[in-house]
C-alpha cells in the first residue's frame, strides 16, 4: 500500500476510475459550463471517479481489513460495462449543492457492487445512511465567493449544466461514451489548500479469485 507510514490515519474512499477518453469528453462539458457557473468549484479532470463508499478517517490497521474485505467483494462481480447517462443536480429543486452526471447503461450492476461493498465493510463500522445512486460528481457549490446560483434560479443552473453537456455531445455525436468496469480503487483523499489530491492505495480486480 502507498499510504504514509508516520500517518497513524487516512482520509479513504472506495471508488471507480474512469478512462482517459470520458475524463476528456467530461472535462470538455465543465469548460461549457464553468463561465456560467462561477459559484460552483469544478473538479479536477485527474480527480473525476465515481464514489461506491466514502470511509473517513481509517486507521493503519484498519486499512489492512477494508482491503481483505474488499477483495473478497470484487471477487464476487464479474467486469461489467456502463454508460454515461445525463447531467443532473443534487438537490433537483431551488439552490443545487452538486452538479453530477449519472449512468444509463449497467446502473443496475454497478448498484450490486456497491451494495456488495457496502455490506463487506458494514461489519468494520464503515457505512452510509444514504442508499447508492449511480453518479459522477462534477462540481460543489463554493461555500464562499459569488453565490451559486447568481442569476439564475435551480432550475436555470440545471439548464445551464445540460445544455453544456448536450454541446459537447453535438461535437463528436459519434463519440463513444461506455467503458468498461474491471476494478475498484481503495482510495486516499490528501486536503490540500489548492483542491483535493486523490492517490490509490490499492486496486483490486473483479471477478478476481485469489
Not at 13 to 29: D, K, N
Not at 47 to 76: I, K, P, Q
Not at 134 to 153: C, D, L, Q, V, Y
Request: aromatic share 8%; net charge positive; proline share 6%.
Amino acid at each position: 500500500m502507498a499510504y504514509k507510514e508516520d500517518s497513524s490515519t487516512v482520509r479513504g474512499f472506495v471508488a471507480l476510475s474512469l478512462p482517459g477518453c470520458i475524463r476528456e469528453f467530461l472535462g470538455e462539458a465543465e469548460e461549457n459550463a464553468r463561465a456560467f457557473l462561477p459559484g460552483y468549484r469544478f473538479t479536477s479532470h485527474d480527480n473525476l471517479h465515481m464514489t461506491l463508499l466514502f470511509l473517513g478517517d481509517v486507521s493503519r490497521e484498519d486499512l489492512r481489513l477494508v482491503s481483505a474485505a474488499l477483495r473478497e467483494s470484487a471477487s464476487d462481480t464479474n467486469p461489467f460495462t456502463v454508460q454515461l447517462g445525463l447531467p443532473g443536480c443534487f438537490p433537483r429543486s431551488q439552490n443545487p449543492r452538486i452538479l453530477h452526471v449519472g449512468i444509463s447503461r449497467g446502473e443496475e450492476t454497478l448498484s450490486q457492487l456497491a451494495n456488495s461493498v457496502r455490506a463487506a465493510l458494514l461489519p468494520l463500522g464503515y457505512s452510509d445512511s444514504k442508499p447508492f445512486r449511480a453518479h459522477i460528481t462534477m462540481a460543489r457549490e463554493r461555500k464562499t465567493g459569488p453565490s451559486a446560483a447568481g442569476s439564475f434560479s435551480g432550475t436555470g443552473i440545471a439548464s445551464v449544466w445540460q445544455d453544456s453537456f448536450v454541446r459537447t455531445q453535438e461535437r463528436a455525436p459519434a463519440r463513444s461514451l461506455s467503458w468498461k468496469i474491471e476494478e475498484i480503487f481503495l482510495m486516499q483523499s490528501i486536503l490540500r489548500p489548492g483542491g483535493p489530491l486523490y492517490v490509490p492505495l490499492e486496486r483490486f480486480g473483479l471477478g478476481a479469485r485469489q
